[in-house]
């Protein structure tokens, strides 16, 4: 299968990259969005960079997930496919699902580093053999959103650790550095990209 990673000039690309091939994923890396198995919005960085890259390939983006392609975001890659984000100033998000980032509410610090409990809400086919493990998290925003989570975390507030629909789905963790909850995680990723 094939994995696009979209490079927008911030995002860690050595390790999504890294953690795609070990799940067998062929990956390339790309500045411009096009056809692949599962396109990828990696991780790290600012959501007003990110958002503003975003606009210049808004159609195109949203003409791929029309014509089938399956979108995977991974923390900021996440955060992206939801309205706004609060970070770097008020910044339009893709809007593929409601809501809007913001700083994580009553938090001990920030940013949030470290592993944490991940729970199961609204089962899909990614969140299966998840439930009650531990997951790699780095990050001081998070959706706070009505879309039905299948899987949360709480740190200083509950907050969506994974979503999914049909053709997206987002990781607020990072499961290429989540170890063996990762490796469930690109499992169950390669079976939803077959359905």
Known sequence: MKALILNYGVGNLFSISAGLRRADFT????????????????????????????????????????????????????????????????????????????????????????????TERNPCALSEGLDGRYAYFVHSYVAYTSYPAAMTSHYGVEFPALVCSEEVAGTQFHPEKSGETGKIFFQNLKRWLKT
């Open 27 to 118: 990956v390339e890396i790309s500045g411009e969005p096009r056809d692949a198995d599962l396109l990828v919005l990696p991780g790290v960085g600012a959501f007003s960079a990110v958002g503003n890259f975003m606009r210049r390939w808004e159609s195109t983006l949203n003409d791929l997930r029309r014509n089938g392609v399956k979108f995977l975001g991974v923390c900021l890659g996440m955060q992206i496919m939801f309205e706004e984000g609060n970070e770097g100033g008020k910044t339009k998000g893709l809007a593929w699902l409601p809501g809007q980032v913001d700083l994580i509410r009553h938090a001990p610090k920030l940013p949030h580093i470290g592993w944490d409990r991940i």
